[in-house]
């Protein structure tokens, strides 16, 4: 196995200054979100979704984000699941964006809030049927015997259906998250790396440079 401490490469992207970035951190982010998605980045839409409660470990799980506007970041998930339990009790999350191929990261502070019934079933029926169907399957985070288990409730719905549209779950739905802090980060020369940051005081969006 190769030593992990020999592994390192200079990043010479590209440059982030205070003056390029757009007043808005959704306009910058869209502007970056485009970027990776014409660079042909891997699950470019996807992101790490940070939750946390009093007394328990940070967790950190991969989900897909689903829409962005100016009200924030919206994903969807089983409200019985893992994250949804964490996120009832403390809705302050983190999310986190990683484009290797463009040598930025987004950090991103929020205030996860569930978007409406009527949002969630719309998203809902937008799906394949056949992820329709696993999430009426699944009883997300839940203990698992086994995988046949899993793959036996899957075709039993799937036989009761016969091809029509399973309702959406009372219990499954999304979230949209309001940003208050978000960090852009660019990779540059020698760890000298920009990192921008935008912070809602007052409702204003304040930018400001840290040191790597």
């Known amino acids: 196995m190769m030593k ?3 592994i390192r490469r200079e990043y010479r992207f590209a440059a982030l200054t205070k003056q390029s970035v757009a007043a808005s951190p959704i306009d910058q982010f869209k502007e970056w979100l485009n970027d990776a998605q014409r660079a042909n ?3 470019f839409s996807a992101m790490s979704l ?3 409660q009093a007394g328990a470990f940070p967790q950190s799980r991969i989900v897909l984000l689903k829409d962005i506007s100016v009200d924030g970041f ?3 998930t089983n409200y019985d699941s893992q ?4 996120i009832e009790k403390n809705n302050k999350v983190g999310i986190h964006f990683f484009w290797p191929e463009l040598e930025r990261q987004v ?3 929020g205030i996860a809030e569930k978007v409406s019934r009527e949002a969630s079933v719309q998203y809902f029926k937008s799906r394949p049927l056949e992820s329709q169907i696993a999430a009426c399957a699944s009883a997300q985070s839940a203990t698992l015997t086994s995988r046949s288990k899993l793959e036996e409730q899957y075709r039993s719905l799937q036989n009761a259906l016969q091809g ?4 959406c779950p009372e219990n499954w739905g999304g979230y949209l998250v309001r940003p208050v802090k978000m960090e852009f980060w660019q990779g540059r020369e020698s760890r000298l790396h920009d990192r921008i940051v935008y912070e809602l005081v007052e409702n204003e969006w304040k930018i400001k440079r840290l040191s790597p």
């Open 74 to 76: 919206t994903f969807f």
């Open 50 to 52: 940070i939750t946390a």
């Open 41 to 43: 980045v891997n699950d």
């Open 83 to 86: 994250k949804g339990k964490a």
């Open 4 to 6: 992990l401490d020999s």
């Open 164 to 167: 029509e549209q399973p309702e």
């Open 107 to 109: 950090r991103i502070d």
